[in-house]
């Protein structure tokens, strides 16, 4: 029944997409924002990639409460019963707001590729459907326009946004939002937040070819925090992904997500990588409730596919994310502990060439030994099979044949019987 639902949800949405993009409203038309999405049936690649649906027989992320902290999360008929709360931090704008819960469409993607039911009239849906999302609309219908690089926001909008998650009982906090500036009250939001148990995840944004030189991505960047770049469907990270405090990659490029109102469409970014690592967290957490967040980020870590440059990659971090091995691996305890160097022994001459002298009498001993051994063997052989050898061949010349010629007048035969007497 709701799979019909659904279907018939999509089937409308696709209908009335060409009276929304003709007919636009006034607002929409002025702060250009996201319509709805399109009808996409095929399972999208990065599905195929993490194969998320694999897990859902252990975990599907039911009991957590994901915060995403972006341009807010509009209605789709995928994410219907799934956005538990909304809270609105993002500054007043310029210009006449649209209205809407979410203009740009960001949230409403993230949203959807964490929590997205599945349905039987397309391939896609969330990688944590059981999961619950709250918004945090950190972003309103445009980024702000006094922020160097673009698309940043204020480090005191972020602190707001996280606080209020962490009051609302967060479980994971997903923050496909970036800020530039290192922030002592953002910081203690963070702290705050992985103090009770939550696992923080953000982006590390992308790069720009005019933005300063030695840019930071926060919160990415502080202890504790998951730092997510970008990959496309050939597993190598997206051109302009920040290598910057990256700690693992997912699936960043073309992506199939939810747009507002209804339906479905492509996406790039960091931002909408970080929630498959986010949904990640929450699959993890609804299977393991007893892991600690370190433990969860540690798992996460070394469960990670491997990438093309190897552990510790600025680009790559641990490597891919692994929604399937994250959750049903079994990891060692503890942390790895990189080895000491190995220190070359110095070995004293005199030492080395008695150790050289034994080796040779060594070696001496061993072939004489062997070659006794073999000189027994030989002798055993010649006196138990010799008498043997010399009845069963003997050596000389076979005896001259005799001549026996035959009588030339053979006596008569003797007649029968002849040795009896004869009757008169």
């Given at each position: 029944m709701q799979a019909k639902r659904l279907r018939s949800a999509l089937a409308a949405a696709v209908t009335g997409l060409a009276v929304v993009t003709v007919t636009p409203q006034a607002a929409q038309a002025q702060q250009n924002c996201v319509v709805s999405g399109e009808l996409l049936v095929p399972v999208p690649w990065s599905q195929k990639m993490l194969a998320p649906d694999r897990v859902w027989p252990l975990s599907t992320g039911a009991g957590q409460r994901v915060a995403v902290l972006s341009t807010g999360i509009s209605d789709n008929p995928l994410l219907a019963g799934h956005i538990a709360e909304r809270a609105n931090f993002a500054p007043a704008g310029t210009g006449q707001p649209s209205g809407l819960p979410d203009c740009l469409g960001n949230g409403t993607g993230v949203s959807g590729i964490i929590a997205a039911q599945p349905s039987g009239a397309v391939g896609?849906?969330?990688?944590?459907?059981?999961?619950?999302?709250?918004?945090?609309?950190?972003?309103?219908?445009?980024?702000?326009?006094?922020?160097?690089?673009?698309?940043?926001?204020?480090?005191?909008?972020?602190?707001?946004?996280?606080?209020?998650?962490?009051?609302?009982?967060?479980?994971?906090?997903?923050?496909?939002?970036?800020?530039?500036?290192?922030?002592?009250?953002l910081r203690g939001a963070v702290q705050r937040a992985l103090?009770?148990?939550?696992?923080?995840?953000?982006?590390?944004?992308?790069?720009?070819?005019?933005?300063?030189?030695?840019?930071?991505p926060y919160p990415a960047a502080y202890d504790g925090v998951v730092g997510v770049g970008a990959i496309a469907e050939n597993g190598v990270v997206t051109q302009n992904s920040r290598p910057t405090a990256v700690d693992l990659v997912a699936p960043g490029a073309n992506v199939v997500t939810t747009f507002p109102n209804a339906g479905l469409g492509t996406a790039s970014g960091t931002q909408f990588a970080t929630a498959y690592v986010a949904a990640t967290v929450a699959l993890v957490r609804s299977y393991r409730p007893q892991l600690s967040n370190t433990d969860v980020v540690q798992r996460l870590y070394a469960t990670a596919s491997p990438a093309p440059e190897g552990t510790g990659s600025a680009y790559y971090g641990f490597g891919v994310v692994n929604s399937y091995q994250a959750v049903s691996d079994d990891i060692a305890a503890g942390n790895p502990v990189t080895l000491p160097p190995l220190t070359p022994v110095t070995v004293d001459p005199e030492v080395a060439a008695r150790q050289a002298a034994e080796n040779r009498s060594d070696d001496w001993a061993f072939i004489l030994a062997a070659a006794g051994f073999a000189l027994v063997l030989l002798v055993t052989a010649i006196v138990v099979f010799g008498p043997l050898g010399r009845r069963r061949w003997r050596a000389g010349l076979a005896p001259v044949p005799q001549d026996r010629p035959e009588d030339e007048r053979p006596e008569p035969p003797v007649e029968l019987f002849s040795d009896r007497p004869k009757r008169s």
């Open positions: 896609f849906h969330g990688i944590a459907p059981g999961a619950q999302v709250l918004s945090a609309k950190v972003v309103a219908d445009q980024y702000p326009s006094n922020r160097n690089p673009r698309e940043t926001v204020a480090p005191e909008t972020l602190t707001a946004a996280i606080n209020w998650a962490v009051d609302r009982g967060a479980t994971v906090i997903a923050v496909p939002t970036i800020t530039y500036d290192d922030n002592a009250a103090s009770r148990g939550i696992v923080v995840v953000a982006a590390v944004g992308e790069t720009a070819s005019n933005e300063p030189p030695g840019l930071v």
